[in-house]
């Protein structure tokens, strides 16, 4: 505890010295007339948020919740700080350098959940995930779509279907690592959770295609009726891009890593790993899909015995290349979400009640999961609520909802942006001690 | 060579994308309507940078040559394609992401050479390594002073004296790299050449800050007169923060360190020492000082002990830790600086002769490096080769002539920026066959 006092003790440092830079105009005035670019603002910023990600990392970890958690709630504490009166922290939130950075964090983070992934488990995986994870997609689409038609009957029907799809989204890093924690990473339930979770983040990912394609269709076309021919183009689309991008990605991958292979120029195997990641997601972006869709693509195709030409980094697992960057990155994505959060629509008792009446049908289409599992003998409910946490995926789905415009205005208000954070909220910090319960009547594994 | 090939063919695929997508407006547009920030551009910038950083860097290294001066001379031929044609890369020159990007590898750049020096063996460096290196900074400067001022007459003085200052760097990186490829790093030349870059690296920084101040003087108050105030007080604000930011910042940045210590939080190592480099950058800047002085600071104050409460990392060297970062990053810095030498004003003779009059001067004045070797029997000679390259150093001093303005125009015209260019790849590719040459006579140790 006193340790977290000397980072929180930096932060505020950080906030009053930022506070006095945007007092202090001269400065920033005369480092223009020098015509120097001035990058202490954007250095601070940084600062500020790496810092608050880890005080609240730390924290949750202390409270054996995840990481992920804590970096939220930080964040929204530094965004409502104009509550307290500081309002140097306002610019945080449209900053273009650092909603970059966040994006370069996001697009990091599929990539690891891809390098996590192997693409043989992937496709080996039992009908049981897969159905597990089709229900797991269907059911809460349909209650979230209800849900949110129910509270917001002047919506168009694409804010239900996005309500429907954030709803959809299972992280499959929070479930991995509570269950690694219980040590209960080799059952069969967990193997089943694992498995349709992965099948999930790719159903995720066309569903947002999917959607965003939707989306930007009626902009272009300002029809507002759903019609089959773009929704199949962009099924099509997703499926023959994630297709060729795992054929022709992996090869073009590989080639490009063993270019670099047995090179004495330092960095080599960083440089080619994120020239690769980059290359795909910016692929995606350019035929329409989202970039983390190409991201993910990426991370699927490579293994570890792509680097078995960097003969210097064999003993190391080869993720740790690009943990050192994705850890700087990631964090800054989840904070400026938290940032985002605005306190004031907790006060409108309207946004708390979507909140609970989305949270219980987040929890409820979970379950459904458990009417998908062949196998006999398992602790069925344990699969289901597996499956509950929505994670930095359900945030990623909101805060595309935020940013995704139909004539101007945008998919997700800031109500229910915020109703969103706390469904994931909710989902997330309940399945934890729902999953130790169901699992501790089990002796653990050696 | 055709392991290059691959890398080639994909950097050329690169930036046809980028070509069709300025070309193809509506793609963009299209985002741009849909209300989502598109990052595909800048994704394809950066794999375009960092592949022909690699590129180059396998070229020169394979010629025996650094790094450092292939990422240069692939960046200057990127930035001429508008010859052949090809203008899509234009845009590269002033992004301000890609430029952020490049400040920020500049600032991890001297943070890594500072974590490299260590201030014990700084302060143990012997009388003739600062002897050595106060006159390798005092005759380069004269020199450049004197041939700025024979080739520009009509420029200002502070011209010239920036011209002097870009004359006076050593960079420690190509020095060293040169004697470890040579095997003559334990010798007592060595290590007077080595000591001496580092105390040449210190002055190098406060010439830097004074100049730059200097010049931020001018525009404040606008008298073009040398006065001995602003001087003496930029040299005093320089020392100042040197030794506050290595007493306090690295009593707070162990502090820091030490708060992350045994957490289990992924990443504390990395994020943290992050904040530390970022926040000593953003501070110096804060007081009108250049950030890289800070960011040197932040690294000289670093050791590997400072790490030992992160036990999960004791096997490997605490500098890897920024390595993976870094490496991405830095190349950006050099390749844009390639990008701005426009190859134009190589064909105006006026340019080419002050890019041999500079090299000249700045080959002589570190020459006179040898007359302050105090001891005897020592191959004087080989110190004054070893002290010549200017490298990244060099090329930094030139990137702050040519941004800082007075009224509007910038200290370094296009064609002064060029000739310094020219004049750092001449040092730095003279020193290796030079060096070679003067130590070959002597045995190579064990």
């Known amino acids: 505890m006193r340790r977290l006092l000397v980072l929180l003790a930096l932060l505020a440092f950080m906030v009053f010295l930022i506070s006095y830079g945007h007092g202090g105009a001269d400065h920033s005035e005369g480092a223009a007339e020098g015509g120097h670019t ?3 603002g954007f250095l601070f910023q940084v600062v500020v948020i790496l810092l608050a990600a880890k005080i609240g990392g730390e924290l949750f970890e202390t409270m054996k919740q995840p990481a992920v958690l ?14 307290a009166g500081i309002t140097a922290l306002e610019s ?27 693409l043989k488990s992937l496709l080996a995986v039992g009908a049981s995930a897969t159905i597990v994870a089709a229900l797991g997609v269907i059911a809460p689409i349909g209650l ?14 694409y804010v239900h279907l996005f309500a429907g799809a954030t709803l959809a989204a299972t992280s499959v890093g929070i479930t991995a690592r509570v269950l690694k924690d219980l040590r209960k990473m080799h059952t069969k339930e967990a193997r089943i959770i694992l498995g349709a979770a992965v ?34 183009l962009i099924i099509g689309k997703s499926v023959v891009f994630l297709v060729v991008a795992v054929l022709a990605g992996g090869y073009v991958g590989r080639l490009v890593l063993d270019a670099g292979a047995k090179s004495k120029v330092g960095g080599m195997a960083v440089v080619l790993t994120i020239c690769h990641c980059f290359s795909l997601a910016g692929l995606a972006e350019l035929l329409g899909l989202a970039p983390i869709v190409g991201a993910f693509a990426a991370g699927l195709v490579l293994t570890e015995r792509d680097y078995e030409g960097y003969t210097h980094m064999s003993h190391e697992k080869f993720q740790e290349i690009v943990a050192p960057i994705s850890s700087v990155l990631v964090p800054v994505f989840f904070v400026l979400m938290g940032l985002r959060v605005d ?33 006999k003998g398992l602790n069925r409910i344990a699969i289901g609520v597996g499956m509950i946490p929505r994670g930095e995926v359900g945030l990623i789905f909101a805060k595309y ?22 469904m ?5 910090l309940a399945t934890p001690p729902l999953l130790k319960l169901l699992f501790s009547k089990e002796p653990a594994e050696a």
Chains 1, 2 share one sequence.
């Open 70 to 83: 804590g970096e939220l709630v930080l964040g929204m504490m530094l965004g409502n700080l104009q509550l």
């Open 199 to 232: 099948v999930d983040d790719v159903l995720g990912l066309i569903i947002l295609a999917v959607v965003s394609g939707l989306i930007s269709s009626i902009n272009a076309g300002s029809s507002g009726e759903i019609s089959l021919g773009p929704v199949m």
């Open 401 to 422: 909802g935020a940013s995704l415009m139909v004539a101007g205005i945008p998919v997700f208000s800031p109500d229910v942006f915020s109703a969103m954070v706390v």
């Open 144 to 157: 979230g779509y209800g849900v949110s038609a129910w509270f917001l009957p002047d919506a168009a029907w």
């Open 38 to 40: 001035s990058v202490y």
């Open 424 to 428: 994931v909220m909710i989902t997330t």
């Open 92 to 118: 945080f939130k449209t900053d273009p350098a650092l909603v970059l950075f966040g994006e370069i964090g996001v697009i990091l983070l599929l990539f690891e959940v891809g390098l996590e992934s192997n």
């Open 343 to 375: 306190l004031h629509s907790f006060a409108d008792i309207h946004v708390l009640e979507l909140a609970a009446a989305l949270s219980v049908a987040a929890i409820i289409g979970k379950q459904v999961c458990a009417l998908g599992v062949l196998e």
